[in-house]
């Protein structure tokens, strides 16, 4: 059986490069880049345009990006998507950059994540609690990613019970986007008939009661509906008719029944990630303190990659290509514990020296690869799944690493 992680030391671009010679693919890549903040991004004084003069800080970057974001994308499967950490210093740049990539089509969202709910308390001006993960499809049509949660709705959110007991809530049938108007969907924009005295709504005028009732936005716009007529037609008990109150005085609407169903219904996730519900850097750090100690200042907390890897069935193949202290595999090992899923996870990191007197060289970590292997050689021992250890080779193939660093599980 395949080792829950997989490790290589190297230039990330070497080995999606290598990996895609051998038709390798993942479903989910995970990447938290530099950030380019100023300290923290080698290759800034290394990028000159044609003119011989030396390009900005945000060409340097998006210059050193953009090949490792073409070659993900060349790994991943069809079904595949990319989450890319970021904050606001390459943020923009980085958004134009994946459209670029992988089309605007294939852009799914920009969650705010936040990591530092105490705000950022160093230099001047605001409090900064947030960064943000820009997520993308390979391909939008074909993409496995499925943006629920297996944590069970709010039962609060049901007010409404039938007689026989079941939870429901009322929502608009009307469509309340306003890209989606009687111009863009004209198929949408019929007349119903509805009696508000008794609920009832119909495709066809009926009885004494109904009355014919048009979708319209609260200015008095031309709408349309969610469902079309022949679903209309089938389900005509799970809407209600009923009298509204709206800007412009009293109208007769119709609302779906949005039915609780307990334990089964899976709640939409929000874009807005709260430090309580995935754990922020003090987590993380604490984290990391508990497997091999505090020898990385900025990694990121499990439960955030435990939340992105519940997006995907528990089979994916996933790769991060900068893994810093390796919290993805981190995470994909906690996932599998515990749902006894078979994600994969390789994760690649440069052996970038560490700072001397840092916490991590006086412990011996010479190199953020020795960091990496530490903490993923203390997961396969106290979470299980294993460990395979390869490096790139001078004549760039991946390589196992000498026992005895290679593990198994
Ligand atoms: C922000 S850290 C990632 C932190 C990680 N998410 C965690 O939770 O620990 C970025 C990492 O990318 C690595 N890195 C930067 N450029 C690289 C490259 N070209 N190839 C491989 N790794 C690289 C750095 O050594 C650093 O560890």
């Known amino acids: 059986m395949a080792s829950w992680n997989t490790f290589v030391e190297g230039d990330n671009l070497d080995v999606l490069r290598r990996l895609a010679a051998e038709g390798r693919e993942f479903d989910l890549v995970y990447i938290d880049p530099p950030y380019n903040t100023g300290n923290d991004f080698a290759y800034r004084d290394d990028v000159r345009g044609p003119d011989g003069r030396r390009r900005s800080r945000h060409d340097a970057w998006v210059a050193m990006m953009r090949p490792r974001l073409e070659a993900a994308r060349a790994v991943m499967s069809r079904a595949g998507a990319i989450w890319v950490s970021i904050d606001d210093n390459e943020a923009a740049y980085l958004r134009l950059l994946l459209d670029e990539v992988f089309g605007e089509e294939c852009f799914l969202a920009q969650i705010v994540v936040n990591l530092n709910p105490k705000g950022r308390q160093l230099g001047g001006g605001f409090a900064t609690s947030h960064e943000y993960l820009l997520v993308y499809a390979k391909d939008a049509r074909a993409c496995a990613l499925d943006a629920t949660s297996a944590d069970h709705v709010d039962e609060r959110d049901f007010p409404l019970t039938t007689v026989d007991g079941r939870r429901y809530r009322h929502l608009p049938l009307r469509n309340t986007n306003k890209k989606f108007n009687p111009v863009t969907a004209p198929t949408l924009h019929f007349a119903l008939w509805g009696d508000p005295a008794t609920g009832a709504v119909r495709a066809e005028p009926f009885g004494d009661g109904g009355v014919e009732v048009w979708p319209v936005f609260g200015d008095g716009t031309p709408a349309v509906w969610r469902w079309s007529r022949p679903r209309i037609e089938q389900r005509p008990d799970d809407l209600v008719c009923r009298v509204v109150k709206g800007r412009l005085g009293e109208r007769v609407d119709v609302f779906q029944r949005d039915w609780l169903h307990p334990g089964t219904r899976r709640k939409k996730l929000r874009t807005i990630w709260p430090a309580e519900e995935i754990g922020s850097t003090d987590t993380a750090v604490a984290e990391l303190k508990a497997l091999v100690g505090h020898v990385f200042e900025s990694p990121k907390p499990t439960g955030l990659l435990r939340r992105i890897l519940a997006t995907m069935p528990d089979d994916a193949r996933v790769l991060d290509f900068f893994a810093g202290s390796g919290t993805t595999g981190h995470a994909v090992a906690l996932a599998n514990a515990a749902d006894g899923g078979r994600r994969t996870c390789l994760s690649v990191n440069r052996p970038e020296p560490t700072r001397r007197g840092s916490n991590a060289h006086v ?23 294993g460990l395979e250890e390869l490096t790139m080779d001078a004549s760039r193939s991946v390589e196992p690493v000498p026992s005895p660093g290679a593990r198994h599980g």
Do not use: E, P
């Open 363 to 385: 412990a011996g970590l010479a190199t953020v690869a020795d960091i990496t292997r530490a903490r993923l050689r203390a997961v396969a021992a106290a979470v299980g799944g």
